[in-house]
C-alpha cells in the first residue's frame, strides 16, 4: 500500500501540469518547500560564480532534491551545471554524469513543463550535442516562459549565438540580460567577450575595464582589447602580470601578444614549451602560421563543437577563417558551415 500515495501524486501532478500547458499559465511557487528551497538558493548563488567555484553548486542541487524530490528548480540547475562543466572541463565519469545530465532536464520538465529553467537547461544540453536547432526552440521557448530571466539570455547568446559566429544577435541577447540584471558581473564578462568577437574592441575594453578587481578574467578580457586596439605593451603587461599565470589561455594570448610584437623568440619558446593544443593555436596565429595553427585545433576537437566554435569565433585565430581546413574542422565536429 504504501507505493499507491507517490503513484496517486504523480498522476495528480501529471494531471495540473496538463492543465496548466494548455492554459498557458500558472507558475508553481517553490518557496513552501521550505528546506529545499533554501538549500536551492545556496546552490543558486553559487552558479553566479565562475569556475570551479561555480561546480560546487552541484552538492546542493542534490541535497535540495534530497529534501524535495519534486522541486524541479533544483533538477533544473543541475543539468545546467553539468552541462556548462562537460563544456569547459573534462568529466570525471562521462559514462555516468552525461546521462545524469541529460536526465535531471528531462526530469525538471516532467516535474514542470512551464518551468523556464528547465527548457534553458535542456537548450544548454542540445548545445552541448551540437542540435542547434533543438537548442535554439528551447532557448526562445525559455525565454516565451519568462521574458525578466537574465540567465537564459546569457545562456543563448554564449552557449549557441557566439558559438556560431552569429555575435550580433548575441549582443543583443546579452542587452536584454543587462537590462535584467544591471548588477551581474557574469553578464559584464561575457558581453566583453562578445564585442572581442564582434571586433568592436573599444567598448569591449570598456566593458572589460568595468570588471570588479576580484574578476579574475578581467586582465585577460582586457588585454586582448588592447591586441585589437594595437596597444601591445599594454597588451602583454596585463598578460604578463595576470593573477592565472599558468592558465594555458593566458600563455596562449601572451604568445600572441610577443608574436604580434615583434617577440618572434619569445613567442617560439612559449610554443614549444606547452602541451595544451589551444595555447598552441593562439600563439602559432600571432605568428602567421597556418599549418601550424590547424595541428592543434584539430587535436581540440575532441573537445565538441562549442568549444571549437568559441575558438574560432576569437578574431586572433582570423587567419584561419578562409582557410578550406576550417570548414573540415566545423563538418568533423558538428559546426554548420
Known amino acids: 500500500m504504501t507505493d499507491v500515495f507517490p503513484i496517486q501524486e504523480e498522476i495528480s501532478r501529471g494531471i495540473v501540469n496538463n492543465l496548466r500547458v494548455q492554459l498557458g499559465r500558472g507558475r508553481r511557487r517553490y518557496e513552501t518547500s521550505v528546506e529545499a528551497y533554501d538549500v536551492y538558493l545556496r546552490a543558486r548563488a553559487l552558479t553566479q560564480q565562475a569556475p570551479p567555484t561555480l561546480f560546487q553548486s552541484t552538492r546542493w542541487f542534490e541535497e535540495s532534491i534530497d529534501k524535495d524530490p519534486s522541486f524541479a528548480p533544483a533538477y533544473a540547475g543541475l543539468a545546467s551545471v553539468y552541462a556548462i562543466r562537460s563544456v569547459q572541463f573534462p568529466l570525471d565519469h ?50 516565451e516562459l ?32 543587462e537590462k535584467a540584471d544591471p548588477l551581474s558581473a557574469l553578464i559584464q564578462a561575457h558581453l566583453g567577450l562578445v564585442l572581442l568577437s564582434a571586433r568592436r574592441y573599444a567598448e569591449a575594453a570598456a566593458v572589460c575595464a568595468s570588471l570588479p ?3 579574475l578574467s578581467k586582465p585577460q578580457c582586457l588585454a586582448r582589447a588592447r591586441l585589437g586596439q594595437g596597444q601591445l605593451s599594454e597588451a602583454i603587461q596585463l598578460l604578463t602580470h595576470d593573477p592565472r599565470p599558468n592558465n594555458p589561455q ?9 608574436a604580434q610584437s615583434g617577440r618572434r623568440v619569445d613567442a617560439e619558446r612559449l610554443a614549444a614549451a606547452s602541451k595544451y593544443p589551444n595555447e598552441q593555436a593562439l600563439i602559432f596565429a600571432g605568428l602567421g602560421d597556418k599549418d601550424r595553427t590547424f595541428d592543434p585545433l584539430d587535436r581540440m576537437a575532441v573537445l565538441g563543437p ?32
Open 94 to 143: 562521462p559514462e555516468d554524469e552525461l546521462p545524469k545530465m541529460r536526465a535531471a532536464a528531462e526530469k525538471a520538465i516532467a516535474l514542470d513543463p512551464l518551468l523556464p529553467e528547465a527548457h534553458d537547461a535542456l537548450a544548454m544540453i542540445y548545445t552541448r550535442d551540437g542540435r542547434w536547432a533543438q537548442a535554439e526552440t528551447s532557448f526562445r521557448h525559455a525565454i
Open 250 to 258: 593566458t600563455r596562449g594570448f601572451l604568445g600572441y601578444a610577443y
Open 213 to 215: 578587481a576580484e574578476d
Open 146 to 177: 519568462d521574458r525578466n530571466r537574465s540567465s537564459t539570455y546569457d545562456d543563448f547568446a554564449t552557449g549557441l549565438l557566439r558559438v556560431l559566429g552569429r555575435n550580433e544577435e548575441a549582443l543583443q541577447q546579452l542587452h536584454v540580460a
Open 306 to 337: 562549442q568549444r571549437i566554435g568559441a575558438y574560432l569565433n576569437f578574431p586572433e585565430l582570423a587567419l584561419t577563417r578562409d582557410d578550406p581546413r576550417v570548414q573540415l574542422l566545423r563538418q568533423k565536429v558538428g559546426l554548420p558551415k
